[in-house]
């Protein structure tokens, strides 16, 4: 009896989204470093405030080439902060508007043009980090991230899925990228997301939804390839272990993602569902006792499923 897709495709391929859009929090958090300087001194002299919003959203504008801003509001923190509330982003690399409830930017005293310690609050989660600008070298880097509180149920990410997703993720990490072009960094981290639920097109062994209480990955960036490693999914019904690698192209559709993995359902689910026990008795017949080996290929958006080591070709 074929089986299709328990939840680990699910775990691996939640933590890929959600890593992009890590990254792109840390994309807006640098734009807005280009803009600050200017800002804050226009605050600070008492220019007058639709001026300076306009004034700023155009200097993000003009530094990164594509990027359209509004900014609602700004007021001046002493010493040496800024707060910007409610800002709207749009930019080929975010795919569809951003909108940041507040962003809060507070030079370093001895450091006041190269370092800024940054605060986002954007999709109920908190960004927070020290943005360091090396000129010498042409670098910028956030050499110590962290996000907090990412409610996935609000994300633009279930939309795209269509489907229902719900969960709380969080990130800690670093992210380097050139001077030049803020977006073309590297991101590396690790990823976790609690009480993750997930929807599902097509019932997967006897169940419309699946349920982890944890997924957490190892997670590197660079260019359109997310890398994960060290993949563990915990839940009532499963536990798995996964490495994986996605590649991101202009659309989800075309994007692939190719995972792997091994799968153990749990005593107590097993004795409760006697269909998913005969099948996962068969597979074990198949490929030995214990954890299932399973691979995962395709489209990010049509991924195919399938119990058993990876086919080399």
């Given at each position: 009896?074929?089986?299709?897709?328990?939840?680990?495709?699910?775990?691996?391929?939640?933590?890929?989204?959600?890593?992009?859009?890590?990254k792109k929090f840390f994309f807006?958090?640098?734009?807005?470093?280009?803009?600050?300087?200017?800002?804050?001194?226009?605050?600070?002299?008492?220019?007058?405030?639709?001026?300076?919003?306009?004034?700023a959203a155009a200097r993000l504008?003009?530094?990164?080439?594509?990027?359209?801003?509004?900014?609602?509001?700004?007021?001046?923190?002493?010493?040496?902060?800024?707060?910007?509330?409610?800002?709207?982003?749009?930019?080929?690399?975010?795919?569809?508007?951003?909108?940041?409830?507040?962003?809060?930017?507070?030079?370093?005293?001895?450091?006041?043009?190269?370092?800024?310690?940054?605060?986002?609050?954007?999709?109920?989660?908190?960004?927070?980090?020290?943005?360091?600008?090396?000129?010498?070298?042409?670098?910028?880097?956030?050499?110590?991230?962290?996000?907090?509180?990412?409610?996935?149920?609000?994300?633009?990410?279930?939309?795209?899925?269509?489907?229902?997703?719900?969960?709380?993720?969080?990130?800690?990490?670093?992210?380097?990228?050139?001077?030049?072009?803020?977006?073309?960094?590297?991101?590396?981290?690790?990823?976790?997301?609690?009480?993750?639920?997930?929807?599902?097109?097509?019932?997967?062994?006897?169940?419309?939804?699946?349920?982890?209480?944890?997924?957490?990955?190892?997670?590197d960036i660079t260019d359109a390839?997310?890398?994960?490693?060290?993949?563990?999914?915990?839940?009532?019904?499963?536990?798995?272990?996964?490495?994986?690698?996605?590649?991101?192209?202009?659309?989800?559709?075309?994007?692939?993602?190719?995972?792997?993995?091994?799968?153990?359902?749990?005593?107590?689910?097993?004795?409760?569902?006697?269909?998913?026990?005969?099948?996962?008795?068969?597979?074990?017949?198949?490929?030995?006792?214990?954890?299932?080996?399973?691979?995962?290929?395709?489209?990010?958006?049509?991924?195919?499923?399938?119990?058993?080591?990876?086919?080399?070709?």
């Open positions: 009896m074929p089986i299709t897709a328990p939840g680990c495709r699910v775990a691996a391929l939640n933590c890929g989204r959600y890593a992009l859009m890590v807006v958090t640098l734009l807005f470093c280009y803009a600050i300087a200017l800002t804050l001194v226009l605050l600070v002299i008492r220019f007058p405030k639709e001026d300076l919003l306009a004034a504008e003009t530094v990164v080439p594509g990027v359209e801003c509004t900014i609602a509001d700004a007021g001046y923190h002493h010493p040496l902060g800024l707060v910007l509330d409610t800002i709207s982003i749009e930019a080929a690399p975010l795919g569809e508007p951003l909108v940041i409830d507040t962003a809060e930017i507070r030079f370093v005293m001895r450091h006041p043009l190269s370092r800024f310690h940054t605060r986002l609050e954007v999709l109920g989660a908190a960004v927070t980090g020290e943005v360091v600008l090396d000129r010498s070298r042409e670098t910028l880097a956030l050499p110590a991230v962290s996000v907090q509180g990412f409610d996935l149920a609000v994300a633009p990410v279930s939309r795209r899925l269509d489907r229902q997703l719900s969960g709380v993720a969080g990130f800690s990490g670093n992210y380097q990228a050139p001077l030049a072009d803020p977006v073309a960094g590297t991101l590396h981290g690790m990823i976790r997301i609690e009480d993750l639920r997930l929807s599902l097109k097509r019932q997967i062994l006897r169940e419309t939804e699946m349920q982890f209480d944890s997924v957490s990955a190892e997670i390839t997310i890398a994960l490693s060290q993949g563990e999914a915990a839940g009532q019904n499963y536990e798995a272990m996964f490495t994986g690698l996605v590649r991101l192209a202009t659309n989800w559709r075309d994007s692939e993602v190719a995972v792997a993995g091994q799968l153990q359902p749990s005593s107590g689910y097993l004795a409760a569902n006697p269909q998913a026990a005969r099948a996962v008795a068969l597979l074990n017949r198949t490929y030995g006792p214990g954890p299932i080996p399973f691979h995962v290929a395709g489209s990010v958006l049509e991924p195919v499923f399938q119990f058993g080591p990876v086919r080399r070709p």
